[in-house]
T-cell receptor, first 117, second 112 residues
Framework: EPEVTQTPSHQVTQMGQEVILRCVPISNHLYFYWYRQILGQKVEFLVSFYNNEISEKSEIFDDQFSVERPDGSNFTLKIRSTKLEDSAMYFC???????????????FGQGTRLTVV | GENVEQHPSTLSVQEGDSAVIKCTYSDSASNYFPWYKQELGKRPQLIIDIRSNVGEKKDQRIAVTLNKTAKHFSLHITETQPEDSAVYFCAASVSGYSTLTFGKGTMLLVSP
């Protein structure tokens, strides 16, 4: 069964450093998302991406964050200057869409645990 | 924006009992309501979803009901088993392709 895959599974970085989290969505999916989950808390929406541009973003997704689809398969989240409070599990998700048709459910990757020290 | 409230935060039941988790949403434009199960340290996985043109949906031991007028929806698990133990999240979305707004989660513990 197709899966969303994320790398790395765990990233430790020093405060102020840049990190790039990588995701490979399911191949026929067209909507891509990043969510984060601080330990023990709910899943929070960061950004959605469709047709090579951001379609929605939350207030969490400030100027320190950016997303990119550098090629036909990868979808990346970059945090320019990490803060301690960026420590969380980051989930990539994708869903299919075809002219408004297709099943809407979002499939989640296994997550990248980011630890900022 | 959308706000999703979920109750209870924890739920302990004996194996074989039923479990009910309730969510309310604020945006009347929301029309897609998935439920995700998250086992410890793993990704959220969709277990059932419902669209606003349906009042109830069932899949084996799991059912979801939706009351659009009252803006609430519930997850029902019957004949619970220890492997049902996990955190369950409800979510709401306006179009089904837009952002999911999640509830805070319910930790379900099923004791043998």
């Amino acid at each position: 069964e197709p899966e969303v895959t994320q790398t790395p599974s765990h990233q430790v970085t020093q405060m102020g450093q840049e990190v790039i989290l990588r995701c490979v969505p399911i191949s026929n999916h067209l909507y891509f998302y990043w969510y984060r989950q601080i330990l023990g808390q709910k899943v929070e929406f960061l950004v959605s991406f469709y047709n090579n541009e951001i379609s929605e973003k939350s207030e969490i997704f400030d100027d320190q964050f950016s997303v990119e689809r550098p090629d036909g398969s990868n979808f990346t989240l970059k945090i320019r200057s990490t803060k301690l409070e960026d420590s969380a599990m980051y989930f990539c998700a994708s869903s299919e869409a075809l002219n408004g048709q297709g099943r809407p459910e979002a499939f989640f990757g296994q997550g990248t645990r980011l630890t900022v020290v | 924006g959308e706000n999703v409230e979920q109750h209870p935060s924890t739920l302990s039941v004996q194996e074989g009992d039923s479990a009910v988790i309730k969510c309310t949403y604020s945006d009347s434009a929301s029309n897609y309501f998935p439920w995700y199960k998250q086992e410890l340290g793993k990704r959220p996985q969709l277990i059932i979803d419902i669209r606003s043109n349906v009042g109830e949906k069932k899949d084996q031991r799991i059912a979801v009901t939706l009351n659009k007028t009252a803006k609430h929806f519930s997850l029902h698990i019957t004949e619970t088993q220890p492997e049902d133990s996990a955190v369950y999240f409800c979510a709401a979305s306006v179009s089904g392709y837009s952002t999911l707004t999640f509830g805070k989660g319910t930790m379900l513990l099923v004791s043998p």
